[in-house]
């Protein structure tokens, strides 16, 4: 450990591993190190099934849950858009070798009877759907036959919406769209967390609509992807990945404390000794005294022995609650994910509600989501801080990451990573470089 490394990652929740992915890939010699014995930090899956019980500190399950090591349960689930930035960033770092994905089979949304439907993302969905009624849906296709021949490159197809000059809103109205529509394309189409978006220029939503079509183009069922044997499998293939590119993986490793001298990072001791470095990359958890709390998110695992109801029976399943339509700020996620992604053991299924919390009663906000769900055999709820970083770190050359939000997908983690990356190697990533897919991996 006495060495000189270019950077030292702390912590192995995936932000971290991503990041010491590519900085390996680009040559950077990195140390990446944990305060745990196992992957994963804050967003870690936890197998046995026994652990889970452990660590919420109630009973053992008893036999009616099968194989305890049947069992991956994620702390802090999250599903891959199939053509979104972070697939493109595994692919990019070599770690997908090591890792199988699984298309998640259904995308839901709540419309305003309170009931679920699957969100519409082509034509012909859009006329059968019954978030609508028949006048809407004609109108909410041609809004989706316009963004799909929409081109920012290409001014042609822009038919008077300009990216930069019209705003989301205006483009809304020139199609007639209805609050309710505007409402699932924004939050389960574009995915975006609140309506501030409404008010800006056109482009970045195009892009996100788009982005959700053409994943879903891809696979078919829904745009999302989930490794099988669950979230905890990437921490370790990037552990495989660093070795190959001689970086070094340390689990169980206390951290004291991040050395910096004259304002700049200089290397962190562990146990006496002190690995020295130019940079250090860690999550909040490891640099307290530098990240601010911007709030908490509450999430409730429930293990079921059904699927959700009205979902068509799908064995994996992503449901989106616009906050409007429960009169909240900040919308509800739920996913579900089963013994087919190898996660749970057969005839077993694990649900996860997320939301901000915005009271102090989080248990009460999720409610909604736990509405959708039908019996649950177990919960477990937990409400974490929000934290981000006081400074960019460009100064110290100590770059924090953000704690994970409540959404129920990677899109917001990868700008953080990118964002990251950017202020710590001073360049923006650049995507071309991501020359195969992951359809060429398998």
């Not at 452990?54 to 849950?65: G, N």
């Not at 194989?67 to 991956?72: E, P, Q, T």
């Not at 004291?256 to 999550?283: F, H, L, N, P, T």
Request: proline share 5%.
């Amino acid at each position: 450990m006495d060495e000189e490394y270019d950077c030292i990652v702390l912590g192995t929740g995936l932000t971290e591993c991503i990041l010491s992915g590519m900085l390996s890939v680009s040559g950077k010699k990195v140390l990446h190190m944990d305060r745990n014995k196992y992957y994963g930090g804050e967003s870690a899956s936890l197998t046995p099934l026994e652990d889970l019980f452990t660590k919420f500190s109630v009973p053992a399950p008893d036999e009616s849950y099968g194989r305890g090591r049947d069992w991956n349960v994620d702390l802090i689930p999250k599903f891959l858009m199939a053509n979104g930035q972070l697939v493109k960033l595994l692919v990019h770092t070599g770690v997908t070798r090591y890792l199988e994905f699984k298309s998640i089979e259904g995308s839901y949304v709540m419309g305003k009877s309170g009931k679920i439907s699957k969100v519409p993302a082509d034509e012909k969905e859009a006329l059968t759907s019954d978030l609508m009624g028949l006048f809407e849906k004609r109108r909410f296709k041609n809004f989706l036959v316009f963004v799909s021949d929409y081109n920012e490159e290409d001014p042609k197809t822009w038919k008077e919406v300009d990216p930069v000059k019209t705003t989301t809103d205006e483009v809304y109205k020139k199609f007639g769209l209805d609050e309710n529509t505007c409402d699932f394309i924004g939050h389960a189409l574009a995915l975006y967390r609140d309506d501030e978006y409404r008010k800006k220029p056109c482009g970045e939503a195009m892009k996100r609509i788009k982005l959700y079509s053409d994943s879903l183009a891809r696979y078919g069922k829904s745009p999302y992807l989930y490794p099988l044997y669950g979230l905890g499998e990437l921490p370790q293939g990037f552990a495989r990945l660093a070795a190959i590119y001689g970086g070094t993986f340390m689990l169980d490793k206390p951290i004291d404390e991040i050395v910096i001298e004259e304002g700049k990072v200089v290397g962190v001791k562990s146990g006496g000794e002190v690995a020295r470095c130019k940079q250090v990359y860690a999550d909040p958890t490891y640099a307290s005294a530098k990240v601010t709390k911007s709030g908490q998110v509450v999430r409730c695992i429930c293990l079921m022995d059904h699927p959700i109801p009205n979902t068509k029976d799908a064995l994996s399943t992503q449901i989106i609650i616009p906050q409007k339509q429960v009169g909240r700020k900040s919308d509800i996620y739920v996913t579900m994910v089963s013994s087919t992604t190898q996660v749970a053991s057969k005839g077993w299924f694990t649900a996860m509600i997320s939301t901000n919390v915005e009271t102090d009663n989080p248990e009460a906000e999720i409610q909604p989501g736990l509405n959708l769900l039908g019996p649950v055999k177990q919960k477990f709820l937990q409400v974490s801080d929000v934290f981000q970083p006081l400074e960019d770190g460009t100064a110290s050359q100590l770059f924090i990451s953000k704690s994970y939000d409540a959404t129920s997908h990677f899109e917001t983690t990868c700008l953080d990573v990118l964002d990251i990356f950017k202020r710590g190697t001073g360049e923006e990533f650049d995507f071309s470089k991501v020359k195969h897919t992951l359809e060429d991996q398998e």
